[in-house]
């Protein structure tokens, strides 16, 4: 009898402990609506010319493919010449030349010196010029340091004057033809990926008990005859919406065969391997529970 109480008592908290870790059970559907997990409306950082848009609404994109470029042929020959000024060496050369001549004017200096032919205030001021030969040749050297510098940051500005993907993905919207002018910032081109589909779902936070990253969720797509789709839990969010007492719940879900964004869809959140643990050790009290009954 002791035996069966002490069965029961455990039973009693196992399906309490299930309870706590279930979250929302078979038929605690949430409705909610898809979404593309990546949707970048990109921009120039600058006002320009739109010289070429390069696709067309509904092309799919790859990850550094060049969409959209300004006119950029002032830029370029600005460019040119940076590249020959960071290129050039001549004025080190020629520092370099002259830091060797007054080098060898210090030495001529300094011998006659040492033969009573010239005076200390004559080898003083073949050393001044020495020093300043070498000045000059290191700031030569900085200058030159300085145009690969102004070089680099022009390469990088002419760049930018090309819209890049960041991702592969379908050409949402294009908002610009060529010939028009674009202020800095504007809206030009937008690109989606749709595969996998994010879900942001809105659980009311007495069912987000037990809810982990990574644990499946059913997805059913509202008005499709076909089999509900697997998903996962990919993020949980750390502060709760008071207003309506839920906590986003992100899922993620793969859609090889590209079904639209914006689609209404029931979610539901599928035990996770330590309830369904749990679960089963119930199952098995119960199940002793009987047989010491049974027994009596």
Request: aromatic share 2%.
């Amino acid at each position: 009898m002791i035996v069966t109480r002490i069965i029961l008592i455990s039973c009693a908290i196992c399906t309490a402990m299930v309870a706590a870790l279930a979250g929302p059970g078979p038929s605690d559907s949430i409705e909610a609506i898809t979404r593309p997990s990546k949707d970048p409306t990109l921009s120039f950082v600058r006002a320009g010319l739109i010289a070429e848009v390069l696709v067309k609404k509904g092309d799919l994109a790859q990850a550094g493919q060049v969409l959209v470029r300004q006119d950029d042929a002032a830029e370029q020959v600005q460019l040119e010449q940076l590249k020959a000024q960071a290129e050039d060496s001549t004025r080190i050369k020629a520092a370099q030349a002259d830091l060797d001549e007054k080098n060898l004017d210090l030495e001529k200096m300094q011998d006659l010196l040492n033969r009573k032919a010239a005076t200390e205030w004559e080898v003083r001021e073949a050393k001044l010029k020495a020093t300043i030969s070498e000045l000059s040749l290191k700031l030569a050297e900085f200058q030159h340091e300085q145009d690969k510098r102004e070089y680099e940051k022009t390469r990088i500005q002419v760049e930018r004057m090309k819209l890049i993907s960041p991702i592969a993905g379908k050409i949402e919207q294009i908002l610009v033809q060529p010939g028009e002018s674009v202020d800095g910032l504007k809206e030009v081109v937008q690109v989606v990926t749709i595969d996998p589909l994010w879900i942001d779902v809105a659980v009311p936070l007495v069912k987000t008990k037990g809810l982990k990253i990574g644990q499946s969720a059913e997805v059913e797509f509202i008005g499709s005859t076909g089999p509900a789709a697997e998903g996962k839990i990919i993020h949980i969010a750390a502060v709760a919406d008071a207003a309506s007492d839920t906590l986003t719940v992100r899922v993620e879900v793969a859609n090889p065969s590209s079904r639209p964004a914006g689609e209404h869809v029931n979610v539901r959140f599928l035990a996770s391997v330590e309830t369904a643990s749990l679960q089963k050790d119930n199952h098995k009290l119960s199940d002793l529970s009987q047989d010491n009954k049974n027994k009596e």
